[in-house]
């Protein structure tokens, strides 16, 4: 009976041990675990599309390029716009480029500054404006993606502007053919995604040019600047 | 009766013996402190402790183009013990999106290195080697490739784990009789993430890997 209460006894303290050997190994597991996310946010960007091209102007020129890819900072003297100039229009066209992982909206505001004092002063229904051909096209770029030019196109058209009978001035007479269209920020463009997801060191986008015109005339002497800020967004 | 008590205390003891070695076989753990690279608003937890479980949170954060880093880089040590051969699998639950433009596994780099004794009480086998499996043998960070979709591709991914996924396998890990969890008595190796900022559709992702040590195929020492 001694014997087996001391074996009871050596069992109980070594089943102790091992118990307390237990909890020390509590700490041990077989499995461990990652959990991860992420965010992605609307994402749009308006760069410049390339060099701008200048047409039918007398004098002026191209003070400060586009630079396919880098921020849009251009600026043009369109030279003579009186009758001295010849030519039919002074046509400047501006490439833009977009990019965006959503759906975006291109909005523009434009402001136009005249020395002149009277009605006869360059003012911003005299200066034409439309967005060209839209262009989706490049690896990574959501082609099946469709646009909605809200402008006339090319201001030159025809179709898209004349003299005006009673007047004798010319006018830039279709929707949102010209920049009084645009004096508060209105929208130009909008469309579906334009990029697959690629990386941003990707250059494709979405090309448009935005064209601007205006029809030499007897318009009162003095200086005009013609300011325009385009803005990309993703409601 | 005093003998058939003896024989049950006994029997009991001799149970919980050998529960106790069983449960001291293997053990996997943190391999020290995470790090994250290239992150716009994002971190990553977990101990630095090689004696805590592996219990780690990523938050890549801000993967669009707006975030202008070339990578978003993280690297997961992680440590483990084994008084026997063992393999160290993989499983995944997600990342799910419907939208192909949204972040998808393929999209999230996964690569496995670096394989470093703890201490002392590492063992060192001569006779069998630690083996990374391919295609996860590799730093997803130093080998980014545009696909001709143009999208980023790494040579493994989450893509890549396909039910319980084995990444690594070897011969025994620590030296003592026990995987008991200590500073000294195993190996480290790297589980490393990466994912590219993109043109990604706008949205949140997450998922949950999970790591498990098991006995592997028995190999020499």
Redesign the interface.
């Known amino acids: 009976?001694k014997l087996?209460r001391r074996?009871?006894a050596h069992?109980?303290g070594?089943?102790t041990l091992?118990?307390v050997?237990?909890i020390?190994?509590v700490?041990?597991?077989?499995?461990?675990?990652?959990?991860?996310?992420?965010?992605?946010?609307?994402?749009v960007?308006i760069n410049s599309g390339g060099a701008v091209t200048l047409s039918g102007n007398s004098g002026g020129g191209v003070t400060t390029d586009g630079v396919a890819n880098n921020p849009l900072a251009v600026s043009i003297n369109l030279g003579e716009l009186g009758p001295s100039n010849s030519n039919s229009f002074v046509t400047a066209s501006v490439p833009l480029k977009l990019?965006?992982?959503?759906a975006y909206v291109l909005s523009m505001n434009a402001t136009v500054t005249s020395t002149g004092t009277t009605s006869n002063k360059i003012g911003a229904a005299d200066v034409g404006f439309g967005l060209g051909s839209v262009t989706r096209s490049g690896?990574?770029v959501n082609t099946a993606g469709t646009d909605t030019n809200a402008t006339s196109g090319d201001p030159t058209l025809a179709a898209n502007g004349s003299v005006n009978g009673a007047s004798g001035r010319y006018e830039f007479t279709a929707v949102k053919s010209n920049l009084s269209a645009f004096s508060s920020s209105t929208t130009a463009l909008n469309g579906a995604?334009?990029?697959?997801?690629?990386?941003?060191?990707?250059t494709?986008g979405l090309t448009v040019p935005a064209i601007f015109a205006i029809k030499p005339q007897f318009f009162e002497n003095g200086s005009t600047t013609i300011s325009v800020t385009f803005t990309v967004t993703?409601p | 009766m005093?003998?058939l008590?003896?024989i049950s205390?006994?029997s009991?003891?001799i149970l919980?013996?050998s529960?106790?070695a069983e449960?001291?076989t293997?053990?996997?753990?943190?391999g020290g402190q995470p790090t994250i690279t290239g992150a716009t608003?994002?971190s990553v937890t977990g101990s630095s402790s090689l004696?805590n479980?592996?219990?780690?949170?990523?938050?890549?954060?801000?993967?669009?183009?707006?975030n202008?880093n070339?990578i978003v880089y993280?690297v997961?040590p992680?440590g483990i013990?084994s008084t026997q051969a063992y393999q160290v699998t993989v499983t995944v639950i997600g990342?799910s999106n419907a939208n192909?433009?949204?972040?998808q596994p393929a999209?999230?780099g996964f690569g496995v290195n670096n394989m470093q004794a703890m201490g002392s009480k590492s063992n060192v086998c001569t006779n069998s080697s630690h083996i990374f499996y391919s295609p996860f043998n590799n730093d997803p960070s130093s080998s980014v490739t545009?696909g001709?979709?143009?999208?980023?591709t790494y040579p493994s991914s989450l893509s890549n784990i396909s039910g319980s996924t084995v990444i690594l396998s070897g011969p025994v890990l620590t030296k003592t009789g026990?995987?008991?969890?200590r500073t000294d008595n195993g190996y480290v190796f790297n589980?490393m993430?990466a994912?590219?900022?993109?043109?990604?559709?706008?949205?949140?992702?997450?998922?949950?890997?999970?790591?498990?040590?098991?006995a592997g195929p028995n190999v020499l020492c």
């Open positions: 009976m087996s074996v009871i069992a109980l070594l089943a091992l118990f050997a237990a020390v190994s700490g041990q597991t077989t499995t461990g675990t990652v959990s991860m996310s992420a965010t992605v946010s609307k994402f960007e990019r965006s992982n959503a690896t990574g995604f334009i990029m697959n997801a690629v990386p941003k060191s990707n494709n993703a | 005093a003998r008590s003896i205390i006994l009991v003891v919980c013996a529960a106790t449960a001291q293997l053990d996997i753990s943190s608003g994002g004696l479980d592996l219990t780690v949170t990523i938050n890549f954060g801000e993967i669009s183009p707006a202008t070339s993280v997961v992680i013990r990342p192909a433009q949204a972040l999209d999230v545009i001709a979709n143009g999208r980023a026990q995987a008991s969890r589980a993430f994912i590219t900022p993109q043109f990604f559709a706008a949205g949140t992702s997450s998922a949950t890997l999970t790591f498990t040590i098991s």
